[in-house]
């Protein structure tokens, strides 16, 4: 598959990278500057229309020293030339201004004052084009104040390509950033539109083409993406007319003890909802009765220790696991898990299945790369961030990391494939493909929605997906399933909604 072409992420290294190479190309950077103010006018039009004002709008833009500026002075003229009361605030006099910035600044006719002179009370839309995406270091003083008060006052803001004050490699805010209601990015979005605390403080994202050409992502070769079915969709096992149960593979789920197999049970029917031909739970003595009286079409078996485990794995037709969910820690887990390791089944391992790896997490890594030969990454971890700390202590603790470049460094340290879950969950690779999901609701932080996501990523090993692409598609299937049911979600019923999803990927 080619990944270049699908939902690529850029960081604002490579966007910059971008430019130049069109810039080289022959496409002068004020050409670029001048399509970029054009889309960023058109936005703010569409926003004037849904604030009805009816006639003249006041509008002030902020422009700083460097290319947000410059599209804020060729928006502004725009604005102004539709009959708009124009303001550009610049935190550097335009006579300071260099390059395509000073281009632009020359473009435009109207009205300019020093920033200190924006009252964002007595305005009714906002452009922000003060710093760009690729700041480095916290906003203070009289602008981190600035920034404070027009959050306060809460006027429409419109950012061109990131709110000042978002990362636009981590998402990560630096100081303080503005609230936008909308922002207007250019030719390929970037981490930070995704990754959280950016996305809420981004609000809408629009990404408009300027004139740069998609084949430039042939040299830059980026790795991160937006979790979209494009990515994957073809490599979804789907039903064949003539095919059967055991054409989707057997999916296994370790029960915990008899007061705890709840969790067990939302994973297993997760799995047979996601697809999987066949279901089977494995259940402590203990716990055969209380899980026998909800099962019906999962199927059920004992499973008292390694021995069972043992026997039961010498069938080759139970192919993918998921360990933890209810479980518990201890000995038991790190047995379980390097027997299906050891025998080269896949392993979703979750909850306390990563929880009891905390202090002997070597174990768990070592064993993973050594996989049988011919054989692709077999492991996959779903951490909410606590769990990621415990497992991968030194990597949570580094504040210069964005949460995508925690879940590469993790995949590659543990080979295995890392959903580091949260609203902007991350799914990465030990080869350093990494994909931000963006989908989902809310409603989702509810107990055992965790659960049925390893079911349904199970479900996708079951049948032959590979494990990045497993884990990408599980978690949009998980996502979409939510949106689709809507408020008062509960885990019962999120697996219910499955089939309208796959209606919908079968049908786009």
């Known amino acids: 598959m080619e990944w270049r072409r699908f939902h690529t992420l850029l960081t604002p290294d490579e966007m910059g990278q971008a430019d130049r190479i069109t810039i080289r190309r022959g496409v002068s950077g004020f050409v670029l500057m001048k399509a970029a103010g054009n889309r960023v006018a058109e ?113 429409r803001l419109l950012a061109i390509d990131l709110p000042s004050g978002v990362s636009g490699k981590s998402g990560a805010i630096l100081g303080d950033a503005f609230q936008a209601e909308r922002t207007v990015s250019f030719f390929r979005a ?139 820690t201890g000995e038991r887990v790190r047995d379980y898990a390097r027997l299906v390791l050891e025998a080269g089944r896949a392993l979703v391992l979750d909850a306390d299945g990563i929880s009891a790896f905390s202090d002997v997490r070597n174990i768990l890594f070592d064993n993973e790369k050594q996989p049988s030969e011919g054989e692709g990454v077999r492991l996959v971890l779903t951490p909410h961030a606590g769990e990621f700390a415990r497992l991968f202590p030194d990597i949570a603790e580094a504040d210069r990391l964005s949460k995508l470049d925690r879940a590469r460094q993790a995949a590659e340290r543990a080979n295995a494939v890392i959903v580091l879950k949260g609203r902007d969950t991350v799914i990465a690779s030990p080869d350093g493909r990494a994909v931000i999901n963006a989908n989902g609701t809310p409603w989702l932080a509810t107990a055992g929605t965790g659960d049925v996501l390893s079911g349904i990523i199970a479900a996708q090993l079951a049948q032959g997906m590979p494990a990045f692409e497993a884990a990408a598609a599980g978690v949009w299937m998980h996502g979409r399933a939510a949106e689709l049911f809507g408020p008062g979600l509960t885990a019962e019923e999120l697996a219910g909604q499955l089939p309208r999803v796959f209606v919908e990927l079968m049908e786009a």
């Open 190 to 328: 970037k981490p930070g539109h995704f990754l959280e605390p950016g996305r809420t403080r981004c609000g809408s994202v629009d990404i408009r083409q300027i004139g740069i050409e998609a084949n430039v992502l042939d040299t830059i070769r980026p790795k991160a993406f937006l979790n979209q079915p494009e990515l994957w969709r073809l490599q979804l096992n789907l039903p064949a007319g003539a095919g059967h149960k055991y054409d989707r593979g057997h999916a296994v789920v370790f029960s915990g003890p008899a007061l705890k197999t709840g969790a067990a049970r939302l994973a297993a029917n997760a799995a047979l909802r996601a697809g999987a031909g066949l279901v089977t739970l494995l259940s402590p003595p203990n716990a055969i009765l209380v899980n026998a009286s909800h099962l019906t079409a999962v199927m059920l078996r004992k499973c008292e220790g390694s021995g069972d485990l043992g026997e039961i794995l010498v069938d080759h037709r139970f192919n993918a696991f998921v360990l933890g969910p209810g479980f518990g």
């Open 43 to 155: 936005a703010a039009l569409k926003m004037i229309g849904d604030i009805g004002t009816g006639g003249t709008c006041r509008i002030a833009c902020l422009g700083g020293p460097g290319n947000n500026g410059g599209d804020a002075f060729v928006a502004a003229e725009l604005l102004r030339r539709s009959g708009h009361s124009v303001v550009v605030h610049t935190l550097s006099k335009p006579e300071c201004l260099s390059g395509d910035a000073a281009l632009a600044a020359g473009y435009y006719e109207g009205t300019v004052e020093p920033l200190d002179t924006f009252e964002p009370e007595k305005t009714d839309l906002v452009i922000d084009g003060l710093l760009g995406a690729g700041l480095s270091r916290p906003i203070e003083g009289d602008v981190a104040a600035l920034i404070a008060r027009t959050n306060t006052a809460a006027p």
